[in-house]
């Protein structure tokens, strides 16, 4: 059974950092990639970041050089730390697992605002 289970969602102010955390069970963590979306009220699920299982990353431009995504194969577990963080970051952040087939979390709730 395949599991992904993130973690570390909140409520922070502008300008305020999170690391969110998504541990993965039930398959070989190591082949696939890895990524995290978002999915704001009203509008299409997107792709925030993303590392290959080797280790290459990429990013939507609205977060590059705030946003940083890493993993731990050891862990089964896959980071984003979010920094420099604004209020049009607020949603659900979801993330997936991709390789012979895609998985998802049940996503977790990120909140910015004063």
């Known amino acids: 059974q395949v599991q992904l289970v993130e973690s570390g969602g909140g409520l922070v102010q502008p300008g305020g950092s999170l690391r969110l955390s998504c541990k993965a069970s039930g398959i070989s963590f190591s082949s696939y990639a890895m990524g995290w979306y978002r999915q704001a009220p009203g509008k299409q699920r997107e792709l925030v970041a993303a590392?290959?299982?080797?280790?290459?990353?990429n990013y939507a431009d609205s977060v590059k050089g705030r946003f940083t995504i890493s993993r731990d194969n050891a862990k089964n577990t896959v980071y984003l730390q979010m920094n420099s963080l604004k209020p049009e970051d607020t949603a659900i952040y979801y993330c997936n697992a991709n390789w012979v087939a895609s998985y998802w979390g049940q996503g977790t709730q990120v909140t910015v605002s004063s």
């Open positions: 590392i290959t299982s080797g280790g290459r990353t």
